[in-house]
């Protein structure tokens, strides 16, 4: 078996946007979503925030709201960070493009080298690349295309880069994850299930694999704190969000395990991944 998870690399910095009111208006449900409670969602994010900072240790960076920008929370879908570059993606939605202004002007402001997607033909959500540590999967999603993968394979040159088809309405990282540096997490559906049977026979570095009942619990994410001698952790839905995949969890014994919860954001679409923007690496001075 090899050693992946040698580039996941010590985390520094979290980037978070506020929860605007529009999220939970008519115009946050323009895209078909349902209302939410706005009040129970920025106290969600509030907390989210709040583990980033003083149970991980990160320093925390929060944008603002943006009223024009219900989904803006979502800015996970706006960035690929390794490293010290930064893609900033093309979302498929149109009416999510703006979201990335504020995303790239905050990710400049610490000193991180920016590409952009200037090919008008590809679309690319954060959510639907998954880095491993040794090797990024895309999604082939509603939202990302083949043309948004190889650009992820143009700017990340260091790293194989392959293609999983994603066969459900979830993005990439909505039905797998990593769980530790050598273990994937994934749902029980068909999708999540088919989605990692195609990274194990992609890959050249093979993966423990653990299954849990619920794909959304897979949307995790592994972060190795700053200080040294500090065990990594497991950033998860809780168990007031997911009961039923709890005890699959506790076998991942070599995490600290950070429970959180965004059920109430969840119904703006919004993963645990697609809350935040973490660096694994410090940012020039």
């Not at 010590?10 to 946050?28: F, K, N, Q």
């Not at 209302?35 to 603002?64: I, N, T, Y």
């Not at 088809?165 to 050598?182: A, K, N, Q």
Request: a negative charge; hydrophobic letters at 40%.
């Amino acid at each position: 078996m090899g050693t992946p998870g040698e580039g996941l690399g010590r985390c520094s910095h979290a980037l978070i946007r506020g929860v605007p009111e529009s999220l939970a208006s008519g115009e946050g449900a323009g895209a078909g979503l349902p209302a939410l409670d706005l009040a129970k969602a920025q106290r969600e994010h509030g907390v989210l925030g709040g583990k980033l900072r003083q149970r991980l240790g990160l320093q925390l960076l929060e944008l603002p709201p943006e009223e024009s920008l219900p989904l803006g929370p979502l800015l996970g879908d706006t960035a690929v960070i390794q490293g010290d570059t930064a893609l900033i993606t093309r979302p498929w939605s149109p009416s999510r493009r703006p979201e990335v202004d504020g995303v790239r002007k905050a990710l400049q402001d610490l000193g991180l080298r920016i590409v952009e997607m200037g090919d008008e033909n590809a679309t690319l959500d954060g959510t639907d690349v998954l880095f491993t540590g040794r090797e990024f999967f895309v999604g082939l999603s509603k939202w990302t295309n083949h043309r948004g993968a190889e650009i992820v394979a143009d700017t990340f040159r260091d790293f194989a880069v392959s293609t999983v088809p994603v066969s459900s309405s979830s993005h990439l990282r909505g039905l797998c994850g990593m769980g530790g540096p050598r273990t994937v997490v994934a749902g029980s559906s068909e999708a999540a299930q088919k989605a990692v049977r195609a990274m194990a026979v992609l890959t050249d570095h093979p993966y423990a694999s653990l299954t849990l009942p619920d794909d959304a619990a897979a949307d995790c994410l592994f972060l190795r704190p700053g200080l040294p001698g500090v065990p990594p952790f497991l950033l998860h839905r809780g168990g007031g969000d997911l009961p039923n995949s709890q005890e699959a969890l506790q076998k991942l014994s070599d995490v600290t395990l950070v429970p959180v919860s965004c059920s109430e954001l969840e119904k703006a679409g919004a993963g645990l991944s697609s809350l935040c923007l973490v660096l694994s690496t410090r940012p020039h001075s």
